[in-house]
């Protein structure tokens, strides 16, 4: 058994934004411990990075893929805005996360485009890094979050 | 305004599975120009690969960010899984698809795994490519494709 080749990304932006490079792509699940097995049978490797983010009240932990990685999100609490996706939607993909150099730039650049923004500014997030979610009117329903710097 | 740098991906497979490569991220939109229109502008390149996919009755397109690709999914008619997904749960994500080398393989990865299938075997996608669904609680409510080959 061998995985496919990954494709050849003929990425060649025409405009800088901040939505060009994925950082993660996160799923709400109800328990990470539950979870981090399965996914980390599915996938192969280990669950990476797994931490509780106190400003969100969630547990977090990282399977990575060779090109890009998933978040499993799990809510450290019953009243966060994860619990009532689980709740409402059942366990699910949740967001898109974007890398950006700069999170004061990108959401200067989502004002300017009149992207409407559920965090006026970076708050810290998983890995040390402040983030920001846009709303997901911005993405037509998509939620995006964006990450500063490297993970 | 510059994007961030790509996430340094520390992958390292202690298993080959199905599942290491992420092909695309996709997004179920109601309208593919529409929708076309707003993630190109937001993400700065063109919308790739706009094309009917018959077998599953929907119209797509990409967009090739620099280290993954969305795929826009639009029904071209309204008794499809997109077209009911739509209705009970509006745009938004609607599954991950994986790249592997041969699909035949990889659902009999799945079989011997026990993951639930969609699809028994490879049919058409978009592409060109063979493609197949595995049943959502095969991975714990997310919806996962497998596309042979290269884009």
Do not use: Y
């Not at 399977?63 to 450290?76: D, S, Y």
């Amino acid at each position: 058994m061998t995985d496919g080749d990954a494709p050849e990304f003929r990425h060649h932006s025409m405009m800088e934004t901040p939505f060009q490079v994925i950082d993660h792509i996160a799923v709400a699940v109800p328990d990470l411990n539950g979870a981090g097995s399965m996914w980390t049978e599915r996938c192969g490797v280990d669950l990476e990075g797994r931490e509780h983010v106190a400003s969100q009240s969630v547990e977090v932990g990282f399977v990575e893929c060779a090109n890009a990685r998933i978040e499993l999100v799990a809510p450290a609490s019953s009243s966060t805005p994860i619990s009532r996706f689980l709740t409402s939607r059942g366990p699910g993909l949740h967001h898109i996360a974007f890398c950006v150099a700069d999170i004061d730039e990108a959401l200067s650049w989502c004002r300017a485009h009149e992207l409407r923004l559920l965090d006026e500014k970076g708050r810290p997030g998983a890995e040390g890094r402040r983030v920001a979610f846009l709303h997901p009117s911005a993405f037509g329903g998509v939620l995006v979050e964006l990450c500063e710097g490297k993970a």
